[in-house]
């Protein structure tokens, strides 16, 4: 009768103890799932065109939802606005403020953000956005003509890293590239812009 009690609590320990061993060799659930907002600022720096190797201050507001795929890594759906502020003409133009080059759009892309430790996280983004904005094209620079307003669907990408400061509010730092051209290639207006910022984010 005592070796049947034994072996029953041996069992029943063995058992208890299977569920513990894998809630220590589990890793930690770092990655965020939910609704968030976020903001950002910096600089823009255009790289074609009328406007190359000129830029303005460059700032975008966002908001979406996570969804956890693992315990560290997370995808996102978000909606935005972005807007650059005027640039000015290259060689001799700059002074003529009806020369000047700007864009502003909303955004709509996807995200994915890998915590690789409770602290720090590394994210990708690429999605697509309503570029509205207003320049020379390479022809209108060259005989100094007005300049064109164009209204178009280009697509953006970039990458970030930054820090989870608690669990709901993580400050990082992002590079964005908006290929925002009236025609694509080398045609039309030329306002491609290299992105970099300095973002907030709030988690709900």
Do not use: C
């Not at 320990?13 to 770092?30: D, G």
């Not at 720096?45 to 997370?74: C, H, M, W």
């Not at 730092?173 to 973002?199: P, R």
């Amino acid at each position: 009768m005592k070796k049947t009690l034994f072996a029953a609590a041996l069992a029943t320990l063995s058992l208890a103890a299977v569920p513990a061993a894998f809630a220590q060799s589990a890793p930690t659930q770092t990655a965020q799932q939910g609704w968030y907002v976020g903001a950002e600022a910096g600089y823009g720096l255009v790289n074609q065109g009328a406007y190359d190797n000129k830029g303005n201050y460059i700032g975008g507001v966002k908001g979406g939802y996570r969804f956890a795929i693992n315990p560290e890594t997370s995808v996102g759906v978000e909606a935005g606005y972005q807007y650059l502020g005027f640039v000015n003409a290259k060689n001799g133009f700059g002074n003529d403020s009806s020369l000047r080059g700007r864009f502003h759009a909303p955004t709509l892309g996807a995200n994915l953000r890998w915590n690789f430790n409770p602290d720090w996280y590394a994210e990708v983004r690429a999605g697509a956005f309503y570029a509205q904005g207003v320049g020379l094209t390479n022809n209108a620079y060259a005989f100094n003509t007005p300049t064109e307003r164009f209204n178009q669907v280009r697509p953006y990408a970039g990458v970030g890293v930054g820090y989870n400061v608690n669990q709901h509010f993580s400050v990082g730092v992002n590079y964005n590239y908006y290929d925002a051209t009236s025609k694509g290639g080398n045609q039309g207006v030329q306002l491609q812009t290299n992105a970099v910022t300095v973002a907030g984010e709030y988690r709900f």
